[in-house]
Every structure is written in C-alpha cells, then in structure tokens.
T-cell receptor, first 113, second 113 residues
Framework: NAGVTQTPKFRILKIGQSMTLQCTQDMNHNYMYWYRQDPGMGLKLIYYSVGAGITDKGEVPNGYNVSRSTTEDFPLRLELAAPSQTSVYFC????????????FGPGTRLTVT | GENVEQHPSTLSVQEGDSAVIKCTYS??????FPWYKQELGKGPQLIIDIRSNVGEKKDQRIAVTLNKTAKHFSLHITETQPEDSAVYFC????????????FGSGTQLTVLP
C-alpha cells in the first residue's frame, strides 16, 4: 500500500507557464482534496472531490482546475502560473467525508518566478 | 465561515515535560476537531481527533480536551520526547453546507534534550 503519492516533488515554473500536479491514492477512498500550505499558515483547501466525476471548489480555487475521472487519480492543473501560487501543495484522501481521517501525500513544492 | 486560531505559534519544552497547544473556533456548528502532526518534509498525519459529543479523549501520551461553551479545544502531550518535535495543526469541521476542514496556523513544537 503506497497510500497517497504526488509528483513531482519539486518544480520551478516561470510566470505564465502551466503545469499539472499529479495525485494518486491506492486506498479506494471516495474523497480527495487539494490543499496549499504557505509559510506560517495552515492548510487552505483548493478543491475537493466526493467521487469520480464530482468536484467542488474549496476556499481558494482561483487559478486552479481539477478533474476526477477515476477513483484513484485527482490531478490539479495550474493555468498561467503567478508568483502568488508559490506554495507547497498537498493532496489528501479519506474514506468518508472531511470529518474523518485524511491521509496526506508528501507534497509538491512549487516556485513561480 | 469558520475561523480557527491556534496558540502559541512556537513552543519549546524540556524532554519529559508536558506541552499544551490551544485552539479556538468561531462557528458553534463545528462538530469534529482533529489534530495533525507534520514532520519536516512530510505531509500532515492525524494523531488524535474528538467529536463534539465528547469532552476529552486520550491516546497514550496524547490527549485532547474540548470546551464547547467557550469554543476552544486543546492538545496535551505528556512526557515529551525528541521525536515529538514537529509542527502541530488543529482543525475544525462545520457540519452543513461548508463540509470542509478549517485549519489553524500551526505550532512548531521543539523538545529540547
């Protein structure tokens, strides 16, 4: 059981470039989440999904897009990267809703310059 | 929406002493309160959680207390060890339309040998 895996671990983007952060879980969890973590701050929810084909916005969705075509995968797309998107991004999953244990991936550190 | 405040932001204790981290929340409809531990370079991991129908919960050296009237909850770690050094996040979940966790800003705990 690998749990939640994320790729890449690190990435540097130039302003205006686009990229996709990959997230895969092998626990057959219905719920998946994308968070961003800025220095000295807690985690902020970007998007979440309650199952394949269903996604919804979190607290800070602007500048991001997601899709959920399978139970296992939940990629996060950054279009037209901006310096404000420099952050550490965590993907997480849970068997039931957000009021149950969430399992986090190791994170992707993204720098936009 | 929900607002979670966490104090202190940094905490240093001697090995063997106790550590207490406090969080307050704003929405009285919150009914689930997890604590996550984040070690350097890793994703957060759940260490203990409590639901609003319970006032206290213990798991070996870790305990969480909840005061619904005052809208605050605390993490207590007894007999601290160097491996307890990490960043700890509290969070609150509001049942109803939001259905997402709101995290505190984190506490960097350092256990001095």
């Amino acid at each position: 059981n690998a749990g939640v895996t994320q790729t890449p671990k690190f990435r540097i983007l130039k302003i205006g470039q686009s990229m996709t952060l990959q997230c895969t879980q092998d626990m057959n969890h219905n719920y998946m989440y994308w968070y961003r973590q800025d220095p000295g701050m807690g985690l902020k929810l970007i998007y979440y999904s309650v199952g394949a084909g269903i996604t919804d916005k979190g607290e800070v969705p602007n500048g991001y897009n997601v899709s959920r075509s399978t139970t296992e995968d939940f990629p996060l797309r950054l279009e037209l990267a901006a310096p404000s998107q420099t952050s550490v991004y965590f993907c997480a999953s849970s068997l039931q809703g957000a009021d149950y244990e969430q399992y986090f991936g190791p994170g992707t550190r993204l720098t936009v310059t | 929406g929900e607002n979670v405040e966490q104090h202190p932001s940094t905490l240093s204790v001697q090995e063997g002493d106790s550590a207490v981290i406090k969080c307050t929340y704003s929405d009285s409809a919150s009914n689930y309160f997890p604590w996550y531990k984040q070690e350097l370079g890793k994703g957060p991991q759940l260490i203990i959680d409590i639901r609003s129908n319970v006032g206290e919960k213990k798991d070996q050296r870790i305990a969480v207390t909840l005061n619904k009237t005052a809208k605050h909850f605390s993490l207590h770690i007894t007999e601290t060890q160097p491996e307890d050094s990490a960043v700890y996040f509290c969070a609150a979940f509001v049942s109803g339309s939001a259905r997402q966790l709101t995290f505190g800003s984190g506490t960097q705990l350092t256990v001095l040998p």
